[in-house]
């Protein structure tokens, strides 16, 4: 079955603590894209890759860092986690970034204490 | 840079009864698409629509990129069409993408 897959679903951790939401794809596609869902903001993009080892910047990149070391996997990192990013996160990918069906993950519920 | 809204911000309908929803756009855009997200918060693509008219069933959507704005027209609609509708613009070729606040829809039996 073709599906974007985050993990973990729901996750509580404590300021500073480093943490990992990990995201994986089976489509082969070449776009992955990270975004946060916060109450009366919408979706924003925190980054997106076009392809393995290309990443760039979306409109909420501080205090996130991404890598895309294969085409499948695209992990979200917190070195410092702070409570202002507790937020559900979504992962997605598509075939190639914009002018494609984007497929979204089931999303990550961060909360920072 | 690019703004995007979408009106209106909520919508009660009762079952069957059709509705519009709108994403206007500040500046031209490379690429639009309308999400769904239910009520479980998942996130579904409904239309890849930069420009033109498609259709899927009860829901199609417009889009006159000429003018900025785009339309999602929901006909006949169910209780299964509740949840969050969100427009996303993509300002150029490259993979940004900007999404609108949502319209959120709530369909009573």
């Known amino acids: 079955e073709a599906q974007v897959t985050q993990n973990p679903r729901y996750l509580i951790t404590v300021t500073g603590k480093k943490l990992t939401v990990t995201c994986s794809q089976n489509m082969n596609h070449e776009y992955m894209s990270w975004y946060r869902q916060d109450p009366g903001l919408g979706l924003r993009q925190i980054y997106y890759?076009?392809?393995?080892?290309?990443?760039d910047k979306g409109d909420v990149p501080e205090g996130y860092k991404v890598s895309r070391k294969e085409k499948r996997n695209f992990p979200l990192i917190l070195e410092s986690p702070s409570p202002n990013q507790t937020s559900l996160y979504f992962c997605a990918s598509s075939w190639t970034g914009g002018g494609e069906k984007l497929f979204f993950g089931s999303g990550t519920q961060l909360s920072v204490l | 840079g690019i703004q995007v809204e979408q009106s209106p911000p909520d919508l009660i309908l009762q079952e069957g009864a059709n509705s519009t929803l709108r994403c206007n756009f500040s500046?031209?855009?490379?690429?639009l698409q309308w999400f769904h997200q239910n009520p479980w918060g998942q996130l579904i693509n409904l239309f890849y629509?930069?420009?033109g008219t498609k259709q899927n069933g009860r829901l199609s959507a417009t889009t006159v990129a000429t003018e900025r704005y785009s339309l999602l027209y929901i006909s006949s609609s169910q209780t299964t069409d509740s949840g969050v509708y969100f427009c996303a613009v993509e300002p150029n070729q490259g993979g940004k993408l900007i999404f609108g606040q949502g319209t959120e829809l709530s369909v009573k039996p």
């Open positions: 890759s076009m392809n393995v080892e290309v990443t």
């Open positions: 500046d031209s855009v490379n690429n």
């Open positions: 629509i930069p420009s």
